[in-house]
């Protein structure tokens, strides 16, 4: 089984819509959690990170953490072309130095 | 600033012959990571390193590939001898007091080829 676990998609929305990315990780203790952006032939990018339980917002994105659950979640809203990527959940491991990454999740924003 | 900076971009060899790839972190970053990047398998970390020193390889798939950071401004990753199967895109990333604290910043890529 995967540690990090995402829906590879594609996930297509149409522009303005919302757009609603998940992951699942199997650690139950770590402690930090990230999403990164990597466009097509590109190098990932980091765009959040979250470190507690709850909501965090910055502009259109919002990432959501529950450790209950294990569970992590990214919202874009008003989803703009220029969006379309792929997004990375990853993870740190229990020593807090190294991170897993999941396989990531291809979001397509139609105009 | 510069960010990380790698090289080959692209690299194209054949089966059995040794490739070299090279990193030059982001200055005053102390921790290193390479990281592997197929369809198949997704973003794999192989080693990384703190402060010069290799930390974790339990990444790196076998004997035929091995790491070095002889100082803070230069790594390498060598595969020797390469197969087709270790075509994939080769990242290198560094960052300051580990992941915990802030991000990786990522180099571009070395995208190898192995025929």
């Known amino acids: 089984q995967k540690e990090v676990e995402q829906n590879s998609g594609p996930l297509s929305v149409p522009e303005g819509a919302i757009a609603s990315l998940n992951c699942t990780y199997s650690?139950?203790?770590?402690?930090?959690f990230f999403w990164y952006r990597q466009y097509s032939g590109k190098s990932p990018e980091l765009i959040m990170s979250i470190y507690s339980n709850g909501d965090k917002e910055d502009g259109r994105f919002t990432a959501q953490l529950n450790k209950a659950s294990q569970y992590v979640s990214l919202l874009i809203r008003d989803s703009q072309p220029s969006d379309s990527a792929t997004y990375l959940c990853?993870?740190?491991?229990?020593?807090?130095?190294?991170?897993?990454f999941g396989g990531g999740t291809r979001l397509m924003v139609k105009p | 600033d510069a960010g990380v900076i790698q090289s080959p971009r692209h690299e194209v060899t054949e089966m059995g012959q040794e490739v070299t790839l090279r990193c030059k972190p982001i200055s005053g970053h102390d921790y290193l990571f390479w990281y592997r990047q197929t369809m198949m398998r997704g973003l794999e970390l192989l080693i990384y390193?703190?402060?010069?020193?290799?930390?974790?390889d339990s990444g790196m798939p076998e004997d035929r590939f091995s790491a070095k950071m002889p100082n803070a401004s230069f790594s390498t990753l060598k595969i020797q001898p390469s197969e087709p199967r270790d075509s994939a895109v080769y990242f290198c990333?560094?960052?300051?007091?580990?992941?915990?604290?802030?991000?990786?910043?990522f180099g571009e890529g070395s995208r190898l080829t192995v025929l």
């Open positions: 990853a993870v740190d491991n229990n020593a807090g130095n190294m991170l897993t």
């Open positions: 990333a560094s960052s300051s007091r580990g992941v915990n604290a802030g991000e990786l910043f």
């Open positions: 390193f703190n402060n010069n020193v290799p930390i974790d």
């Open positions: 650690d139950r203790v770590s402690q930090s």
